[in-house]
């Protein structure tokens, strides 16, 4: 009898001591899955996404995508406003470009398509003018055009940097960029925070079993059945909420304990890293060259810039078109004659692809965005800072922590039901 009371208080003491490894499981295992319904599903699962879109969580869906990808538009706004509003004064960023050497980047580009378009051009709207050329005439009009387009090159790009408050809208492109690669988004956000998030994680553990051992006593006086969920909910519960508090709280390094300790969010303590993190990720993959180049010249909204070359392109062929003779707009008649210059300029636009893969690199070089994003971020005040990346936790932040809450209740009665039965 002695030995199997002997047993029964061993395997008691087993059960209790299950308890706060238990409560370390559902605080690791909660801020996991908390993480996790941050970012994913990429795209809505379930039913009743209408309402969700709509009025978020509620009664009448059943189903979850992520509180990033679900609200990108939102979130990129948050964190890209902080860049674009504080680092970046686009009006100097482009002012650093040199015009001329545009030009002499696209001098190999421009030197095989130039002859083409010509060509093209002049058969379409003016053959009997062309043919009629000798060769060497036609020759020395192409020729002419290779070298007069880099000046023509270097005024577009020059009229662009004046006016590129009126042309680019970088929020904008930013944002509409986000929101259209939802992956990329999740990516940066989770690169900017990773050392927070593996601490999330981790802490769940630590913070979990010291709230189980609590949880032990109080179960150990008061035996009711009620204890461990609600001891599990309160677990789960507090750990997410302490893991949250601790990455941005204080923003500012603050003294405890009379001086002994210093005090600051791990996220605003990791500022440098974050910042080399962050910023290159925007600069390399969000706001690259050639996404610049594209917003200028291939985009829905790059009509201001296409006006542009426009404007230095027809003013060209006038010149062309006078030094053939006073009577070629008359004799090509005056809408063809209109239509060719629109041509040309399509013909131009044809060939950007080619061209903004050429301007690229020395675009990367000239405009500094990675330097200027990264020191930028790195002199923030600790509470603007803060702004990069918080909008990701702070969004939705009370769900995160309810499902540490509700998964610890499930827990608890699991404990209840099989561990205490």
Known sequence: MGGETEIERMEDLARYLLIPVGAAFIGYGTNVLALKMTFYPIDYIG????YFRKYGIGPWHLGWQGIVPSKAAKMAKMSISLLTRELI??????????????????????LRTLGTIVEEVAHVYAPDVWSSLPIYVREEVTQRVKEDTPTIIAAVISDIRANIHDIIDLEDMVVTHMVQDKELLNSVFMRAGEKE???????GIYFGFLLGILQAAIFAVWRSWLILPIAGFISGYVTNWIALKLIFEPAEPTKVCGGAFELQGLFL???PEVAEAFGTAVACEIMSSEQLLKQLFLSPTSDKAIQIVHFHFGRAIDKYAGSLGPLLPLAIGGEDYAAMKRK??????RELPLQIKAMAPYFTEALQLERTLVDGLKALPPKDFEG????VFKEDEWLLILVGGILGFAVGVFQVMVVFK
């Open 388 to 391: 990069v990346l918080h909008p």
């Open 89 to 110: 004064d686009v009006r100097e960023v482009f002012s650093r470009i040199d015009p001329e050497q545009v030009a002499l980047e696209l001098e190999p580009v421009l």
């Open 344 to 349: 040309v300029v399509e013909l131009y636009v």
């Open 47 to 50: 039913f009743g996404e209408g």
């Open 197 to 203: 998030m593996r601490f999330i994680e981790q802490s």
């Open 269 to 271: 303590r990791h500022q």
